[in-house]
């Protein structure tokens, strides 16, 4: 089991938006940095958010992240068949002394 | 650009020690103070999980239900870092990544491409 909460996965049409949730406490997203992972299969995780709300070079502004608390979400609009993929949130765990993944959530672009 | 190389036995025996290697290119292991340099896994079928990490200077932080059986170890001089995980089970076979990590910030980038480790007889 996940130390981070996400939805196993979420869905929407081509050109519509989706958000991603993802809890934890306060030895992990409440006090740390959050970051967000695009997973395609084959290939290496991507880094698609970092420090919360950053992206980084060549990432569209199409993907989002934001905070609030020990949450954070992971959003997308104007979906395209080629954001289907899983999507990781990560950060710290101060409590752990550890990073610490999601569980992971599976978009499908209907 | 930095990038990140796995490499390594892919089969593994129970009980044995599984050792993969991280070599860099385009870039020094120890050019920066601010970055340490990890290992994730990704067993089929699952999530992702954080393995460890390790500074170019020796400081590390392992994954607590691996930490008995993990060691991250850095080489400056061959520009690489090492996993060694030992006593390993079926439960180790996953896909295996290595990636640099930013101190503080706690973000992974750039990641290596990944090695299937299958732990069989």
Same mark, same amino acid.
Do not use: F, K, M
């Given at each position: 089991q996940s130390v981070l909460t996400q939805p196993p996965s979420v869905s929407a049409a081509p050109g519509q938006k989706v958000t991603i949730s993802c809890s934890g406490n306060s030895s992990n997203i409440g006090n740390n940095f959050v970051s967000w992972y695009q997973h395609l299969p084959e290939t290496a995780p991507k880094l698609l /958010?970092? %420090?919360?709300n950053k992206r980084p070079s060549? /990432?569209? %502004?199409r993907f989002s992240g934001s905070k609030s608390g020990t949450s954070a979400t992971l959003g997308i609009t104007?979906?395209?068949?080629?954001?289907?993929a899983d999507y990781y949130c990560g950060t710290w765990d101060s409590s752990l002394s550890a990073g610490v993944f999601g569980g992971g959530t599976k978009l499908t672009v209907l | 650009q930095l990038q990140l190389q796995e490499s390594g036995p892919r089969l593994v025996k129970p009980s044995e020690t599984l050792s993969l290697m991280c070599t860099i290119s385009?870039?020094?292991?120890?050019?920066?103070?601010n970055y340490f340099w990890g290992w994730i896994r990704q067993p089929p079928g699952k999530g992702l999980e954080w393995i460890g990490i390790i500074h170019y200077s020796g400081s590390s932080y392992y994954n607590p239900p691996l930490k008995s059986r993990v060691t991250i170890s850095v080489d400056t001089s061959k520009n690489q870092f090492s996993l060694n995980l030992r006593?390993?089970?079926?439960?180790?076979t996953a896909v295996y990544y290595c990636a640099r990590h930013k101190s503080s910030y706690n973000w992974l980038d750039p990641w290596g491409q990944g090695t299937l480790v299958t732990v069989s007889s």
């Open positions: /958010i970092y %420090d919360n060549g /990432i569209p %502004d104007g979906l395209q068949t080629g954001d289907e | 385009g870039g020094s292991i120890s050019s920066s103070s006593s390993v089970t079926a439960a180790d």
